[in-house]
């Protein structure tokens, strides 16, 4: 997009540079805008305490929540929250500087959490296990401290995808990332307003707001952990049998109980015929019995980028 002859971008081509950004701006409002209202996740008066890491996702997150709340038909209050854990060559000074650039308060958590991980895992072992649960503990702190009645992470689409398929292969669970859920203590909700928005654009809106990125120096490295094997494969799929990963991820909320076997879900043991059809009955004998399910055409049609 670049002139050859003058090395700038023509009239032309700032204008749709400018058309492409403003539409990228406005789908990921809409797709945030629709998770929070489909899982209620931020109410009147609430305080939402965005967990600010450095990286792109959270950045998109603040960025967008901003906007929203100046549009929103509610009132709520933001407060960004940092935890730095004392990484080696961590610039302390990055987040605060840009927070006062745009005005939101602030409150940054210094807890040397880089030196219990060093200590505790063998080196050459993956450090997020602990990393993550020693600083969602000092979060969950915090958030009590600061009065917040939410506590917004940045987990994009990808990451919630990526946690289904690893509490499966790894762990024997059908079990993901919900956008909304009850922390483990009992005393905070915690939402994840960018569930229904793909990494790739929390990439690209990065770009386009040149958001000051803090690499994560701990974990960074680390190659070969199963997190990066399943995105691998996921990045597989969509490139060789496009439409897989949507349908995947819609299937996370269209969940058919007596069709799986959680005894604890569907009572198989008391379960009687009851001499009436049964349309969600078993269709052993059906001529399809694999059809491939419809997508559902409005994730898909978000997805796609339409914004008609």
Same mark, same amino acid.
């Given at each position: ?6 090395? %700038? ?10 058309? !492409? ?6 789908? +990921? *409002?809409? +797709? ?9 996740? =931020? ?7 965005? *967990? ?8 998109? +997150? ?6 929203? /709340? ?48 060093? $200590? ?6 993956? %450090? ?9 503990? =000092? ?9 917040? %009645? ?11 995808? !990526? %946690?289904? @398929?690893?509490?499966? @292969? ?21 939402? /994840?307003?960018?569930?229904?928005? $793909?990494?790739?654009?929390?990439? /690209? ?10 690499? *994560? ?5 680390? !190659? ?38 959680? /005894?604890?879900?569907?009572? @198989? ?30 994730? +898909? ?8």
């Amino acid at each position: 997009m670049i002139d050859a002859a003058t090395g %700038t971008m023509t009239a032309r081509q700032l204008e749709k540079a400018a058309y !492409e950004n403003n539409k990228l701006h406005k789908r +990921l *409002c809409r +797709l945030v805008g629709q998770a929070i209202g489909d899982f209620n996740m =931020i109410e009147d008066g609430d305080k939402v305490m965005v *967990c600010l890491s450095g990286g792109k996702d959270s950045y998109a +997150l603040l960025d967008i929540l901003l906007t929203l /709340r100046e549009r929103a038909p509610i009132s709520f209050d933001i407060v960004a929250v940092n935890l730095d854990q004392k990484q080696p060559n961590f610039p302390a000074d990055v987040l605060p500087a840009y927070l006062r650039s745009i005005d939101v308060p602030f409150h940054i958590e210094n807890q040397d959490t880089y030196s219990i991980v060093k $200590r505790v895992i063998p080196e050459g072992k993956t %450090t997020c296990s602990l990393c993550s649960r020693l600083r969602r503990g =000092i979060l969950y702190r915090v958030a009590g401290e600061l009065g917040a %009645t939410k506590i917004a992470l940045g987990h994009h689409r990808d990451d919630i995808m !990526e %946690t289904f @398929f690893l509490n499966m @292969f790894f762990g024997s669970k059908l079990k993901g990332m919900p956008p909304k859920l009850q922390s483990d203590d009992g005393k905070h909700i915690v939402i /994840r307003p960018l569930a229904y928005v $793909r990494e790739a654009d929390t990439e /690209r809106y990065a770009a386009l707001k040149q958001f000051p990125i803090i690499p *994560c120096d701990l974990c960074g490295s680390q !190659e070969n952990l199963q997190r990066k094997q399943i995105k691998a494969m996921l990045r597989d799929w969509e490139k060789k049998h496009p439409g897989r990963v949507e349908n995947v991820f819609s299937a996370l909320s269209t969940i058919v109980p007596s069709h799986l076997m959680d /005894r604890s879900l569907f009572n @198989f043991a008391q379960l009687q015929a009851g001499g009436t059809p049964d349309a969600g009955g078993d269709i052993a004998f059906d001529d399809e019995p694999c059809a491939t399910p419809e997508p559902n055409t409005i994730r +898909l049609h978000l997805a796609n980028g339409d914004d008609d």
